[in-house]
């Protein structure tokens, strides 16, 4: 990857769909997804879509499923096929891997993805994933990601996903509470900790813990910087510039909507190129030897 010729790094990029046809999730779920979030460009982008899409952007993503095989009882992509996939296009795309907090295999899987596959960072999704991400039994997973020195990414507050449905299919947004991170982080100081997107409801919660913790980060996706409630803007411009990405959640939120509505916020010029590139470039390692 050459650095000095990207733009952007959007570090919050969904791949739906693999190259034998199936998809992240089951139909009611992608069906109640694209109505709540009124997506009319390609809903469910393979690897290769995602990559093309990107490269004609000057802009490099972060990739990834969420392996939610027990919680949702359908089968996930593979991780490892996405990460040797995205390395047949490593000039624009930085694969993530995915475990299922509920497999005894997990932690073995985190190493081998890392070791045979490239893995430079993990996703997980706690309300859809269905795990308390702060129960001890689950440390073990942190443990192996901070030994690997790459960063795990959670999704927190509101998901678009079982809105709409009836007992929003049974996806508790609970699990999702960022403030359930905050002892991760605390006890696992050298572990890079990144709460995806605004977190509502809990948006104060989340720039509480980015600003007392220095290995915690918030990527901004899956919300139009449009719709940033103040204080988040005023912490993106100011105490947390160093601590905040830019994220779309392609396919749900396009990177060209995202940035043309982040481009009429009031965040100064010089925090810009932060948010776009440099924290991610530091994050993610890409600078250098880690
Ligand atoms: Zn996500």
Same mark, same amino acid.
């Given at each position: 990857?050459?650095?000095?010729?990207?733009?952007?790094?959007?570090?919050?990029? !969904?791949?739906?769909?693999?190259?034998?046809? +199936?998809?992240? @999730?089951?139909?009611?779920?992608? /069906?109640?997804? $694209?109505? *709540?979030?009124?997506?009319?460009?390609?809903?469910?982008?393979?690897?290769?879509?995602?990559?093309?899409?990107?490269?004609?952007?000057?802009?490099?993503?972060?990739?990834?499923?969420?392996?939610?095989?027990?919680?949702?009882?359908?089968?996930?992509?593979?991780?490892?096929?996405?990460?040797?996939?995205?390395?047949?296009?490593?000039?624009?795309?930085?694969?993530?891997?995915?475990?299922?907090?509920?497999?005894?295999?997990?932690?073995?899987?985190?190493?081998?993805?890392?070791?045979? !596959?490239?893995?430079?960072?993990?996703?997980? +999704?706690?309300? @859809?994933?269905?795990?308390?991400? /702060?129960?001890? $039994?689950? *440390?073990?997973?942190?443990e192996a990601i901070a030994e690997a020195g790459v960063p795990a990414l959670f999704h927190t507050g509101q998901t678009g996903i079982g809105a709409g449905l009836p007992g929003g299919r049974g996806i508790k947004l609970r699990y999702s509470d960022p403030m359930l991170l905050d002892d991760v982080a605390a006890d696992f100081p050298e572990l890079t900790v990144v709460l995806a997107h605004p977190s509502v409801p809990w948006q104060d919660a989340a720039i509480s813990m980015a600003t007392h913790k220095a290995n915690v980060h918030i990527d901004l996706s899956g919300w139009s910087p449009k719709y940033f409630p103040p204080q988040l803007v005023r912490a993106v411009g100011g105490l947390l510039r160093h601590k905040v990405l830019f994220g779309s959640d392609y396919p749900v939120l396009t990177p060209d909507r995202w940035r043309a509505d982040f481009d009429a916020l009031d965040v100064k010029p010089e925090v810009r190129p932060l948010v776009l590139k440099e924290n991610a470039v530091r994050l993610l390692g890409l600078g250098g030897p880690r």
């Open positions: 990857m050459n650095i000095a010729e990207l733009d952007a790094i959007d570090f919050h990029v !969904h791949v739906e769909q693999d190259a034998h046809g +199936h998809f992240a @999730l089951d139909r009611e779920l992608l /069906d109640a997804s $694209a109505r *709540y979030f009124k997506a009319d460009q390609d809903r469910t982008p393979t690897v290769e879509a995602i990559a093309a899409h990107y490269r004609e952007r000057r802009t490099a993503a972060v990739v990834f499923t969420v392996d939610a095989t027990t919680a949702l009882g359908h089968p996930a992509l593979s991780s490892e096929e996405i990460a040797d996939a995205a390395a047949a296009h490593a000039d624009v795309l930085i694969p993530f891997g995915s475990v299922d907090p509920h497999d005894a295999g997990a932690v073995r899987r985190i190493r081998s993805l890392v070791r045979d !596959h490239g893995v430079r960072g993990f996703k997980f +999704h706690p309300s @859809l994933q269905a795990f308390e991400p /702060d129960d001890r $039994a689950h *440390y073990p997973l942190y």
